[in-house]
C-alpha cells in the first residue's frame, strides 16, 4: 500500500464474499446462487413478467433468510472505520441484505436495491418490507397490489451510479472485497478509480475476473482480512 496518511477520501465496493462467512450464499463459487437457478428465470424483468410467482417466491425466500444471519467481524469493521474514518468515506455494496446496516455502517449506497425493501410498480414508493410478497399486499402507501421486489435485475440499471462515479472522481483509495468482478458497472470500478489516480486495493479469498487491475491484492477471508486493513488504516 502507498503511503497511508496521504489518503483521505476512501470508497469501498464490497460483494457477496463480505456476506459469505454469515451464511448468506454467494452467487459463483461452488453451490452458489445463480448454480441453483437460471439468473434468466429469477433476475430479470421478463422473468417477473412471464411467471410473477416463481420471481416473488425465489426472493421471498431469501429475503426471509438473510434476517437469519448475523453480520461477521468484516461488517463490524467497517462499521467502525465509517464511524471513525476523518476524511470521506464511501460503503457501496453490491449485496442486497443488511448486514452493513448491522455491523453499524450508516451510509450504505446499496447499488443492486434491498431484500427489506419493496417496490410500488403503481406509486413507485419504496417501502421497508420483512414478510414475503406472494400473497400481493397492498402498498402502504397507495394500497395497489403490484410490490415487486427492491432489488435490481439483469438489464435494469443499478442505483445512484451519479453518486460512484463522482466518489470515485475524488477517491485516494479505492477498496473492492468479496466480489468477483463478474458483473459490471461495478466490475470497472477499479479502474475507473485507477484512471483517476486513486490507490487500489483488492481484499477477496482467491484470485477475482479484476485482480490484474488492482495495485495490490491481499487474499484471505474476509472475516480476518478486512479487520486487518482496517486497522492498519485507523493506526
Ligand atoms: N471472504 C472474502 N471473499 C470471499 C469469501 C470470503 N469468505 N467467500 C467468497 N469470496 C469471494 C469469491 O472468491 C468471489 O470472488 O467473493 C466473490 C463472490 O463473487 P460472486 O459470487 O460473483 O458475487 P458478487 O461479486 O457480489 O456478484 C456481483 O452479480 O449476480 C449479480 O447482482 C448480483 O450483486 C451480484 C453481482
Redo the contacts with the bound molecule.
Sequence with gaps: MGDMNQIRNIVILT????S??SGID????GG?L?EQHR?EDV?TPEAFARDPNLVHRFYDARRAAIQEKEPNAAHFALGRLEAEWPGKLLLVT??VDDLHERGGASRVLHM?GEHLKAWCTSCDVRSLWRGPLLDRPACPVCQARSLRPDV?WFGEMPYRMGEIYAALREADLFVS???????YP?AGFVQNARELGARTLE????R?QGSHHFHESRLG???E?VPQWVAEMLG
Excluded: M, Y
Excluded at 454467494?26 to 463459487?29: E, G, I, L, M
Excluded at 481484499?203 to 482467491?206: P, T, W
Design positions: 460483494g457477496a464474499g463480505i459469505a462467512e454467494t452467487f459463483r463459487s452458489g445463480w439468473v433476475a453490491q449485496n443492486h435490481v472485497i468479496g466480489t468477483s468482478g463478474a458483473v461495478a481484499l477477496n479469498l482467491e477475482s477471508p474476509a472475516s482480512v
